[in-house]
């Protein structure tokens, strides 16, 4: 008798114990739990900053937890990818970057992170250059800004170096066979000011930075493929006759090697956020040209950006020795 309630405590307990490591399990497999750090490699109030804080109202409704800002700025981004990069890839990290900052920087001096080190959730964001000059300017079009070059050096302000303004700058020099004095500044608030103040003679800026104030400028052409419908008035490089296709774009991704099925969780969410008709909106009130573009599509354009700022680099002895 004695055996026989033995062995049934025993089964008992055996069934006790399979029940409580299979709830474990299955609370292990959630994904996500707590809330999740995300870098942010720019200034609070920057635009990269701007776009996470309009994503994050909705990402809590889409995945259940809130959100950690944590701000890496410096050196053009690469501070925070750097961070970012290096993170633990239990999912619970996460950054914004920007294309083409993550293949320029790497390509153009020594730094701690390649694209490779990511695993790309979507790309929401794609903001053209502008070549722009101040509203009172001698200069009316593309081509009178081109036929000054010949007369003396123009100045053109860019954001940084190895960034999208500094490539869509070099990219009209190779195409118009013209040269340009390059003035980079820290921030596209700087970068603004020089021109209105007369430092420079005209910018190569963000569509996001400048649509905002557009009566202060006249805009001379823009970077994409056809007329951009947030500003239908402004001629493409391409119409004008020179192929600039240049934009930065923001993306959201994590540190290499996070689990699949976390990536797939991520990349959902965003797309369902990226949808949402309240958070485009919002996105085009603030002059921000939204977009959905998913991982693994994502990773087979940032291969093909890479070999094209490649060339443009070395075509002007820019890449890291």
């Known amino acids: 008798m004695k055996k026989l309630i033995s062995a049934g405590l025993i089964v008992t307990l055996l069934f006790l114990v399979g029940c409580s490591s299979g709830t474990e399990g299955k609370s292990d497999e959630e994904y996500p739990k707590k809330d999740i750090t995300l870098i942010v490699p720019f200034t609070a109030g920057g635009a990269s900053d701007v776009q996470a804080r ?29 961070e970012l990069a290096q993170a633990p890839n239990d999912g619970y990290t996460i950054g914004t970057i920007n294309m083409p900052h993550i293949v320029l920087q790497p390509l153009g001096r020594e730094t701690q992170f390649t694209y490779k080190d990511f695993d790309y959730i979507g790309e929401m964001v794609k903001d053209p250059q502008i070549l722009a000059v101040k509203s009172d300017s001698e200069y009316n079009t593309l081509q009178d ?27 009209l020099m190779k195409k118009a066979n013209v040269e340009f004095e390059i003035v980079p500044f820290e921030g596209s608030a700087d970068q603004v000011i020089a021109l209105q103040g007369g430092h420079v003679d005209v910018i190569m800026g963000n569509l996001n930075d400048l649509a905002r104030d557009k009566e202060q400028y006249k805009m001379l052409a823009i970077s994409t493929e056809k007329p951009h419908e947030m500003l239908p008035d402004v001629k493409t490089f391409k119409e004008q006759g020179y192929d600039v296709q240049s934009e930065i774009t923001r993306l959201f991704a994590t540190p290499k090697g996070i689990d699949p099925k976390k990536l797939e969780i991520l990349r959902k969410g965003f797309a369902n956020i990226a949808s949402n008709p309240e958070y485009l909106k919002e996105m085009k009130n603030i002059g921000q040209p939204e977009c959905w573009v998913g991982g693994e599509e994502l990773e087979k354009n940032i291969e093909k950006e890479n070999t094209r700022y490649k060339e443009l680099l070395e075509s002007f002895d820019l890449l890291k020795k």
Request: aromatic share 12%; hydrophobic share 40%.
């Open 54 to 82: 309009i994503v994050e109202k909705y990402f809590k409704k889409e995945f259940g937890v809130g959100l950690i800002f944590q701000y890496k700025e410096g050196a053009g981004g690469e501070k925070g990818f750097t």
């Open 145 to 171: 800004v081109l036929e000054a070059t010949k007369k003396k050096k123009l100045t053109i302000g860019t954001v940084g170096t190895l960034t999208g303004n500094y490539m869509a700058a070099l990219d």
